[in-house]
């Protein structure tokens, strides 16, 4: 069971908007700006969305954005494209000085 | 541009050593604005943070692995180790070697899977 709390699958069509939430407590999310994102795609090497909550490093399209909300987290992905269509997972830095993960969120494109 | 590749055995016989490299090309591991760690994924199973390690040689350990993993680093060679002991079927995943900054993985290498079984 991991320690952060994502939804198993969300979906959306070609120029929607998603939001993928990540829950966790008050030893992680709540307690640090350490929240990441990663997309996961077959075949492909894992690639890093969003880092200290917000930030999106060179690269990475300002359709996806990053939130945070006491202990809970949030990708939001604009205008949905059909190559979004992937795994996605968040990360936080925990008070254990370990870094913990969600149980990914499978997003279809419709 | 920065790549990192996995490698190492693909099976492990159970209470053996599994032992990866992660070669790194396009950047330095002395470089001492990144640290550099490995996670893994067991088939079908979310992420766990399996630990990391400094350019100046500190580690840190995910301690639900009690204390069976080793990261290491070959300067010269550019190349960052994981040994996991004593492996039981628990241990088989996807294993990814990535580059950190702000406990995050900037950079990921594409994984290798290594199987635990007799």
């Known amino acids: 069971q991991s320690a952060l709390t994502q939804p198993a699958s969300v979906s959306g069509s070609p120029g929607q908007s998603i939001t993928i939430s990540c829950t966790g407590s008050s030893s992680d999310i709540a307690l640090y700006m350490f929240v990441s994102w990663y997309q996961f795609r077959p075949g492909k090497a894992p690639k890093m969305l969003i880092y200290d909550v917000t930030h999106r490093p060179s690269g990475i399209s300002n359709r996806f954005s990053g939130s945070k909300s006491d202990n809970t987290a949030s990708l939001t992905i604009s205008g949905l494209q059909t190559e979004d269509e992937a795994d996605y997972y968040c990360s936080s830095y925990s008070s254990s000085n370990t870094l913990v993960f969600g149980g990914g969120t499978k997003l279809t494109v419709l | 541009q920065l790549q990192l590749q996995e490698s190492g055995p693909g099976l492990v016989r159970p209470s053996e050593t599994l032992s990866l490299t992660c070669s790194i090309s396009?950047?330095?591991?002395?470089?001492?604005?990144?640290?550099w760690g490995w996670i893994r994924q067991p088939p079908g199973k979310g992420l766990e943070w399996i630990g990391d390690?400094?350019?100046?040689?500190?580690?840190n350990y995910n301690m639900s692995l009690k204390n069976r993993v080793i990261i290491s680093a070959d300067t010269p060679q550019n190349q960052v180790s994981l040994r996991v002991t004593s492996v039981t079927v628990a241990d088989t995943a996807v294993y990814f070697c990535a580059r950190f900054n702000s406990r995050a993985a900037f950079q990921w290498g594409p994984g290798t899977l290594v199987t635990v079984s007799s």
């Open positions: 390690i400094y350019y100046s040689g500190n580690t």
């Open positions: 396009g950047g330095s591991i002395s470089n001492s604005v990144y640290y």
